[in-house]
């Protein structure tokens, strides 16, 4: 079954440095998402990407987040000048259809721990 | 503000019993629902989708949903050790490309 892989699966940064995750979602899949979990709570949305733009962002989502699809298959979420409050799971998604079609499926995550 | 609402648990049902998992939501207009399992460290792994009232079935797994009352429910038959995670429940909102998330039912299942 066709699954969204994510690297690396555990990041450990410097708090301001910057970091890239990676995903490649399922290679028919058009909407991408990312979500984040801090440790204990909810999964809370981050934003999706659709059409090689942004179709909703969150209010997390601020100026120190981005995304970007560089190429075919790849779907990256960089975090400049990290704070201590990013450690969290960031957890990559795809679907082949808006939701209101087709559910979204999820990659293995990557721990982020920002130190 | 849209919400989604899950009893957080912990629900301890013993092995080969069923579980019964609720979920209410605050969107009327809501169309699409969905169950996710995680374990602990790991990612919502997809379980059950239901779009229309009534009852859907998947193995030992059913999904219940009705718009009237805006409750959606899970009930896992024959319950195993394995079906040991925390069960989420997901709603998109009018977007349709973000997902509300409940705060997940921790389920226990007693050998």
């Known amino acids: 079954e066709p699954e969204v892989t994510q690297t690396p699966s555990h990041q450990v940064t410097q708090m301001g440095q910057e970091v890239i995750l990676r995903c490649v979602p399922i290679s028919n899949h058009l909407y991408f998402y990312w979500y984040r979990q801090i440790l204990g709570q909810k999964v809370e949305f981050l934003v999706s990407?659709?059409?090689?733009?942004?179709?909703?962002k969150s209010e997390i989502f601020d100026d120190q987040f981005s995304v970007e699809r560089p190429d075919g298959s790849n779907f990256t979420l960089k975090i400049r000048s990290t704070k201590l409050e990013d450690s969290a799971m960031y957890f990559c998604a795809s679907s082949d259809a808006p939701l209101g079609g087709q559910p979204q499926h999820f990659g293995d995550g990557t721990r982020l721990s920002i130190l | 503000q849209k919400e989604v609402e899950q009893n957080s648990g912990p629900l301890s049902v013993p092995e080969g019993a069923i579980a019964s998992l609720n979920c209410t939501y605050s969107?009327?207009?809501?169309?699409?629902f969905f169950w996710y399992r995680q374990y602990s460290g790991k990612s919502p792994e997809l379980i059950m989708s239901i779009y229309s009232n009534g009852d859907k079935e998947d193995g030992r797994f059913t999904a219940q949903l009705n718009k009237a009352s805006q409750y959606v429910s899970l009930l896992i038959r024959d319950s195993q050790p394995s079906d040991s995670a925390t069960y989420l429940c997901?709603?998109?909102?009018?977007?349709?490309?973000?997902?509300?998330w409940g705060a997940g039912t921790k389920l226990i299942i007693k050998p």
């Open positions: 997901a709603v998109p909102m009018d977007s349709n490309y973000q997902l509300i």
């Open positions: 990407f659709y059409n090689n733009e942004i179709s909703e």
């Open positions: 969107d009327r207009g809501s169309q699409s």
